[in-house]
């Protein structure tokens, strides 16, 4: 199967509007003073998974989580350059590597559990027909980071596996034909400090990747019912090296509504405008 560039339809995505009444603002990164704005196509269009779904093969569906194309798709537009390098310790579906290929970047990209299954089926017909370079590597993402060139990707997606975040969390995937959580998936490590000493290792060695003045950005829905919304944001987030700043948090429309977006109803008896939160970092400096 062939799938070209303009199959997918790599259409702009704008990051706009006013600060959202009634959202969450105590943490620092859902701050006001931070906020770059909503995600949304260019005719004004907010996008969800149905749009996904239509761009990417159906091998996709065997994963459980898939990462919205918009928010990953945006982050490219806004922070990288044609043939600049894209990486993602989380592969996952390949979400971030079929934008990199639909926009003409390079990509590296590590998948522990989805790899046979899900992710190199997904670029193989993109892969196959592109002249850009990739490279994906099945394993554990602190392993495998280390053959990565340090300052040598512009980008860096954290689509963070989920923590065990309690008994809310125990049938998912329980329908999925592929097995979740095998042994050895940090979302095994529930929400220890095993599970968090493992994403800083991770996200220390990713930040050691990107060129100075390159960026991060975390894409992924926070599950941590029973707690405060954005917890799991805030948890990640402040694991960041202290050479990664934090610029600036959008946020998008994406259903179907998460667990997430439940917990923000009941602490705060509204219906949250909003799903996701995506916080951005770039490198002030180097690693060393």
């Known amino acids: 199967m062939i799938i070209d560039k303009e199959t997918l339809g790599p259409k702009p995505i704008l990051a706009k509007g006013k600060y959202p009444d ?80 639909a926009q003409n970047r390079n990509f590296i990209g590590i998948e522990y559990e989805f790899f046979d299954e899900v992710l190199a089926p997904t670029l193989k ?30 980008l860096v997606n954290f689509s963070n596996p989920y923590p065990d975040g309690g008994d809310h969390t125990k049938g998912i995937g329980a329908d999925n034909k592929l097995e979740y959580k095998k042994k050895g998936n940090s979302g095994l490590m529930k929400s220890n ?24 950005i975390f894409v992924i829905k926070d599950m941590m019912k029973n707690k405060e919304v954005y917890q799991l944001h805030k948890k990640l987030a402040d694991l960041m090296p202290d050479y990664m700043e934090h610029i600036g948090t959008v946020a998008l ?28 970092f770039r490198k002030i400096r180097s690693a060393s």
């Open 22 to 101: 009634n959202f969450y603002s105590k943490e620092n990164y859902c701050a006001p003073e931070v906020w770059l704005g909503v995600l949304e196509g260019e005719n004004g269009e907010r996008l969800n998974k149905n749009v996904r779904n239509k761009y990417y093969p159906k091998v996709n569906s065997k994963h459980i989580a898939k990462t919205p194309l918009h928010a990953i798709r945006w982050a490219i537009q806004e922070y990288t350059e044609e043939g600049d390098t894209i990486l993602d310790p989380f592969a996952g579906s390949g979400t971030t590597a079929v934008e990199a290929f």
């Open 125 to 154: 017909p993109f892969a196959e027909n592109d002249s850009n370079l990739y490279m994906i590597m099945q394993g554990d993402a602190e392993q495998k980071l280390k053959v990565v060139q340090d300052e040598s990707c512009a």
């Open 193 to 216: 400090q095993q599970y968090w000493d493992k994403m800083k290792a991770i996200q220390d060695l990713s930040c050691k990747k990107l060129i100075k003045g390159g960026f991060a």
């Open 253 to 280: 429309d994406h259903y179907p509504r998460s667990l997430f977006m439940n917990t923000y109803e009941k602490f705060y008896g509204v219906r949250p405008p909003l799903e996701q939160v995506c916080p951005i």
